[in-house]
């Protein structure tokens, strides 16, 4: 995988991530309001089917009325607890997307770290690699003026004479050059 596909890669996973943890903390908005109007509903509901029966019953004749309260009375308790048990389903859903959540912003943290170490790996090797080329480039500009002076030397009629030093034989152009090897004189 090259540096621009795994830079895509990190920048769509996150926003994969920052979509999720939005679309988590929507839900659990959703929920916690859900949850709200429910647990209203249901506080609400014990009070309006009361109200109803009694009105009701206002009309029954009075043994009659005294076996229906008894029998709506367990109905309504048997309410509340399904509600108070819907309630607490709820509860711990919205607590599971919250959990959710908080992992989501973990990976998030991790990912970032993650891109910057990346970013900072990249940045060394492009460092070294800038260093590398400053380096051979000033050892190709001595070694050009040494391959100068190796062709000079090559192209000239140079031998080494007994004692060690350098001998060159000199054109016969009319200058005190008789075809003969001299001896070189020593830089200064």
């Known amino acids: ?66 076996a229906v309260r008894g029998g709506v009375g367990g109905s309504l308790a048997e309410l509340e607890r399904a509600a108070a048990a819907s309630g607490k389903r709820i ?25 910057v170490a990346v970013g900072l790996v990249l940045l060394l090797a492009a460092a070294v690699a800038a260093g590398g080329l400053w380096y051979l480039q000033r050892e190709i500009s001595r070694n050009q003026v040494e391959l100068e002076l190796l062709r000079a030397y090559n192209r000239a009629d140079v031998v080494l004479c007994q004692d060690g030093r350098l001998c060159a034989r000199l054109e016969q152009d009319g200058t005190g050059g008789d075809g003969e090897y001299r001896v070189v004189a020593p830089r200064r």
Do not use: C, Y
């Open 1 to 66: 995988m090259n540096d621009a596909n795994l830079k895509e890669t990190v920048v769509r996973a996150a926003e994969l991530l920052d979509l999720f943890k939005r679309q988590s903390e929507e839900a659990g908005r959703a929920n916690r309001d859900n949850a709200a109007r429910l647990q209203r509903t249901v506080e609400e509901a014990p009070q309006q089917i009361r109200k109803a029966a009694d009105e009701a019953l206002a009309r029954v004749p009075g043994e009659v009325a005294q």
């Open 91 to 115: 509860d711990a859903a919205g607590q599971g997307i919250a959990r959710l959540a908080n992992q989501a912003a973990t990976v998030e943290k991790r990912l970032l770290t993650i891109t």
